[in-house]
């Protein structure tokens, strides 16, 4: 909110709304305690919010201690993540989160299952408090996936690591492939200014406003018309997509919003997520329509 709170709605299951309930709540709830927040970002089960003075605090379930405060208990109410005092940017997957700092390093914390925190564990370790991401030190941004994790470079590349069973690492997959504990460089990505991690694909905006995206495709949501290939190893180029001023990934469909004002999606669509007025699945790009 423009006061700094935090406002939250839905399912409430382990506390991630933040009131101190675990009661599901159809309109917006309060969040305990938040009143100098600059940017919040929600998961899976759990809700972390970036604060003023560089710190951040995160609730609801901490079941693979995705809260990052040294501990493995869900909180109902928002906790202080564990030395973190220079983030500037927050994002949260589906178990497990991440920092962007001020010296353009990033730290993460949480489930690990796959490699997504990037300190190099090929054990898959869970951290209760956030250890740094490996060979990073020029990143200026940050998204998460389920189990995944990727940041946009200063020279515009972008490097993911964790899970990449359905290639949303962006890399030539070979057996040895499957995951990655820490940063591996896009492959086709030179010009990003913007990138979205979904669920199991990842995207990028590009500097001449087109969009490029890789990863699972089964429901059409890497845009390229093709979905008879699955997944997509490498970014692909978004058909039809040429002034594109933001991209958002979701579960199994991506969005853009155009210079226009107007928004274009693709992917699955059998709930309707794709605006259109149907309930049909579109490997390219359709209108939302008013």
């Not at 759990?46 to 605090?57: E, I, R, Y």
């Not at 991440?98 to 690990?112: E, P, R």
């Not at 040429?242 to 999606?265: E, F, M, P, W, Y």
Request: glycine share 12%; proline share 2%; aromatic share 4%.
């Amino acid at each position: 909110m423009n006061d700094n709170t935090v406002k939250c709605w839905g399912e409430n299951d382990e506390g991630r709304l933040g009131d101190g309930s675990m009661l599901n709540s159809a309109t917006p709830v309060l969040v305990s305690g938040i009143s100098n927040a600059t940017q919040v970002s929600a998961g899976g089960y759990h809700t972390c919010a970036l604060l003023s003075d560089n710190t951040v605090k995160c609730w609801g379930s901490n079941d693979r201690n995705a809260l990052g405060n040294g501990s493995d208990v869900d909180s109902t109410t928002p906790v202080l993540v564990s030395n973190i005092s220079t983030a500037i940017q927050i994002s949260v997957g589906g178990d497990h989160s991440c920092a962007l700092l001020s010296d353009s390093t990033i730290k993460c914390w949480g489930y690990n299952i796959s490699g997504q925190l990037g300190n190099g564990d090929e054990y898959g370790n869970d951290s209760d408090v956030p250890v740094s991401v490996l060979g990073i030190s020029t990143a200026t941004q940050i998204s998460i996936g389920m189990n995944h994790s990727c940041a946009l470079l200063n020279d515009k590349t972008v490097k993911c690591w964790g899970d990449n069973f359905d290639n949303q690492l962006g890399i030539v997959y070979d057996e040895d492939d499957r995951e990655k504990e820490s940063p591996v460089s896009v492959v086709d990505v030179s010009d990003a200014i913007q990138i979205s991690a979904g669920s199991q694909n990842t995207c990028v905006l590009l500097s001449d406003d087109t969009a490029k995206c890789w990863g699972r495709n089964q429901y059409g949501q890497v845009g390229n018309r093709d979905t008879s290939r699955l997944p997509i190893e490498t970014a692909e180029a978004v058909v039809g997509i040429t002034t594109a001023s933001q991209i958002s990934v979701g579960n199994r469909h991506v969005c853009v919003l155009l210079n226009d004002t107007t928004i274009k999606c693709w992917g699955g669509g059998t709930s309707g997520q794709l605006g259109d007025g149907t309930q049909s699945s579109s490997g390219e790009p359709v209108s939302v329509v008013e």
